[in-house]
């Protein structure tokens, strides 16, 4: 895969991106939404990317990319689309603490959910967050995502509040 916006490119992970990769996982926002996405090792960050590098080109996912600054190349979080309950697919993003505010979680999103659902052959792909995760909503909100169910559900193993939304490939 290869998505180039304005502002980022979206491309396929390499090995060598396991250093950025592991120290963007350990910022507070991931540890705090997100703790499955947290690698405390550079080798154990290369074990995952090795696995998510393996999926691309199947059907069954996850698919994560790393989303790179178009200008300078560096590594400044992901996007993906991961297989969840009753076949239907959910995306995820990350953008590292240094760099959010600026919109890249949803330039990233804008542009990656239009051609990975083509890719895939699908017309729908889920958001789900936790109801106190202000920024993952104001990004599926600027996506086009609609809000089909807020309350109690299961999010990382436990049962807390969350949001549900829904995205249709029109």
């Known amino acids: ?21 592991q120290a963007n996982s350990m910022d507070e926002d991931n540890m705090r939404f997100v703790p499955d996405e947290v690698w405390e090792t550079v080798e154990e960050t290369k074990e995952v990317l ?19 600054l178009k200008k300078s190349h560096e590594n400044i979080g992901y996007v993906q689309l ?13 953008i590292a603490k240094q760099y959010t505010g600026n919109d890249y979680a949803s330039e990233a999103v804008q542009s990656f959910l239009p051609v990975i659902t083509k890719d895939l052959g699908i017309s729908q792909v889920h958001g789900i967050c936790l109801a106190d995760n202000k920024a993952s909503i104001g990004v ?5 995502f609609e809000n ?17 939304n829904l995205w249709k490939n029109e």
């Open 1 to 21: 895969m290869y998505i180039e916006t304005e502002r980022l490119i979206i491309t396929e992970f390499t090995l060598d991106m396991a250093p950025v990769v």
């Open 50 to 68: 090795e696995f998510l590098i393996s999926q691309y080109g199947s059907c069954e996912g996850p698919f994560v990319y790393p989303v790179l």
């Open 82 to 94: 991961c297989p969840i309950e009753d076949e239907n697919w959910e995306v995820g993003y990350h």
């Open 140 to 144: 599926m909100r600027k996506c086009g």
């Open 148 to 164: 089909i169910y807020t309350g109690i559900g299961e999010y990382q193993g436990d049962q807390r509040e969350i949001i549900r």
